[in-house]
């Protein structure tokens, strides 16, 4: 193999860990490399996938992995409060989208799910560098990736073909300024919860049922495992059922809001959070203070886009390292899969002299 038959993928998380997965699955004898420092981690966002997600995920290689240790998702589930003015009002239309296999999607638990596919990967003949880059020279099909290592040593390799999957450190993105700022802003806080009563999610719908005995009786498989969203004024929030690595219940939740339109300000904590939201959602809150805040993240103003995701020259952008989305209906991950089939694409007729 020549030196330059080689993809360097910058980042291992999410994007950077799938696009990996799925190029050497298609190209097993180019050298596929992962630089990432798994030292600073970066905020995880949602455990959902829609089953174009998952399809792509099967031609990862990782059908097991979602069977074996992810919960299926039996669709999704929308509250809309019918007195959005009435904290005390537990009246909701609730509308579904169930889902059932055989095409599940997957609530999947992100810390896990990172770490085994790496371990997979390393498995399939990923190489994985711990380092940070430092500098790209972007030369048609022979690019020269600097990275410096976890003992402070610098390093340069070649790499016919390179895919920006940084996260928010957009590395590429900013060395070529491909980069802008939406104007239409979104802001997000969000945590996992443990040790909660998942009843409360299940006796709200009941409640509703016993109210209006014409309502239609819930048709999804399994009303908990489901991605409920509430949605409220110029927000929105997230419950999404998943699971410790010994099986124990989590469940993330989470806000994203419109700093322009959203009445009650910036939410920077847990209690900025469960005030703003018992001005809606008292259910929501009720269930917080049900259990035991595990873990917090905050991103303010994170929307932006970039003007071009992949070059003739041979390098790629994709994930965040590309677009900031609202995560709504779980399209982070199926956008990222579109990306990498498309780099694929790309790297394959490039292979072929076309």
Sequence with gaps: MGQQERIVIIGGRVAGNLAAAYLKRRHPDLDVLVIDRPDKPPPLVGESTIEGTT??????????????????????????????????????????EPAIPPLPA?????????????????????????????????????HLVKYRDAEGEDHAI?????????????????????HEQNELQRSSYWFRLAD?????????NAEMRAKYPSMREQIAYDPYFVTHHFMGEGNWIWCIPCATEDGKPLISIGITYRPDVYPWG???????????VDQEHPVITQLVRSGRVADTNILLDYMYHTRQHYSRDGWFVIGDAANAVDPLYSSGLFLVSIEIMQANATIAQDRRGT
Excluded: M
């Design 55 to 96: 399809l792509f995920l099967h031609d990862c290689g990782l059908s097991r992995l979602l069977q074996e240790k992810h919960f299926h998702k039996f669709g999704l589930t929308f509250y809309f409060k019918l007195d959005r003015k009435a904290p005390s009002d537990r009246r909701y239309s609730i509308h579904e």
């Design 158 to 178: 070649e790499a016919r073909w390179i895919v920006d999957a940084s996260g928010r450190r957009r590395f590429l993105g900013k060395q070529l300024d491909l």
């Design 106 to 142: 997957a609530l999947v638990n992100r810390f896990t799910f990172d770490r085994d596919v790496r371990a997979i990967n390393i498995g399939n003949g990923v190489r994985y560098v711990v380092g940070g880059v430092t500098d790209i020279a972007i030369e048609r099909g022979r």
């Design 196 to 204: 909660f009563d998942a009843s409360i999610l299940l006796d709200l």
């Design 266 to 276: 910036t939410v920077r904590n847990i209690d900025d959070f469960l005030a703003n």
